[in-house]
């Protein structure tokens, strides 16, 4: 299985900061013929259940607000938050869909500062 | 937009079966896609058990393989999901969604979206 693994697993940050979450995959998810990455975040808030954010590593989901931002290729990707809103509380999830089984990383619990 | 909801008993008893069923709204899963089942156990992470589409085909995760049946009613636009010789492992959340990015080979290559609002089951005697 590809195994995700996220870094860190939870963090703190002030109100209008950027926030940081990564996640590296245990093979590449990058397929060569067409060039995309085959990895997803999902926000996760409580008592809800998970919310698609991006998708192809970098492609924003229609409606998700412009602060959210995916970046990284191959193993490595990285989930931005440009600056920090009271409703983007939350756990984040990464998952690559390169390989049956799908698998998430553990999630990275964001709160605020 | 597309609706999904879980229905099926909250509380099932050690090595029984799970069965759970989700209902899609305004969108006929004859139409195509991949349709998923994800759980998630208190407090903790995600796991995919598998992808069922229209016809029938499924995938599931390898480590569940030996105790899940998919299958899929495109009369009454649902699909199911049924766990067998279930243990308190098996207490989670389960989720159903679509899934949604690449069909090759007949096999799914998907994130998904949307999500249902998923139903607590409990493995307790």
């Known amino acids: 299985d590809f195994v995700m693994t996220q870094s860190p697993d939870s963090l703190a940050v002030s109100l209008g900061e950027r926030a940081t979450i990564n996640c590296k995959s245990s093979?590449?998810?990058?397929?060569?013929?067409?060039?995309?990455?085959?990895l997803a975040w999902y926000q996760q808030k409580p008592g809800q259940p998970p919310k698609l954010l991006i998708y192809?590593?970098?492609t924003r989901e229609s409606g998700v607000p412009d602060r959210f931002s995916g970046s990284g290729s191959g193993t490595d990707f990285t989930l931005t938050i440009s600056s920090l809103q009271a409703e983007d509380v939350a756990v984040f999830y990464c998952q690559q869909y390169y390989r049956i089984p799908h698998t998430f990383g553990q999630g990275t619990k964001l709160e605020i500062k | 937009q597309v609706q999904l909801q879980e229905s099926g008993p909250g509380l099932v008893k050690p090595s029984e079966t799970l069965s759970l069923t989700c209902t899609v709204s305004?969108?006929?899963?004859?139409?195509?896609?991949?349709w998923g089942w994800i759980r998630q156990p208190p407090g903790q992470g995600l796991e995919w058990i598998g992808s069922?589409?229209?016809?029938?085909?499924?995938y599931y995760n390898p480590s569940l393989k030996s105790r899940v049946t998919m299958s899929v009613d495109t009369s009454k636009n649902q699909f199911s999901l049924k766990l067998t010789s279930v243990t308190a492992a098996d207490t989670a959340v389960y989720y159903c969604a679509r899934g949604e990015g690449e069909t090759y080979n007949l096999a799914p290559y998907n994130w998904f979206d949307p999500w249902g609002q998923g139903t607590l089951v409990t493995v307790s005697s």
């Open positions: 192809w590593a970098s």
């Open positions: 069922i589409n229209h016809s029938g085909y499924t």
């Open positions: 093979q590449s998810l990058l397929y060569s013929s067409n060039n995309k990455n085959y």
């Open positions: 305004d969108y006929s899963i004859s139409s195509g896609y991949f």
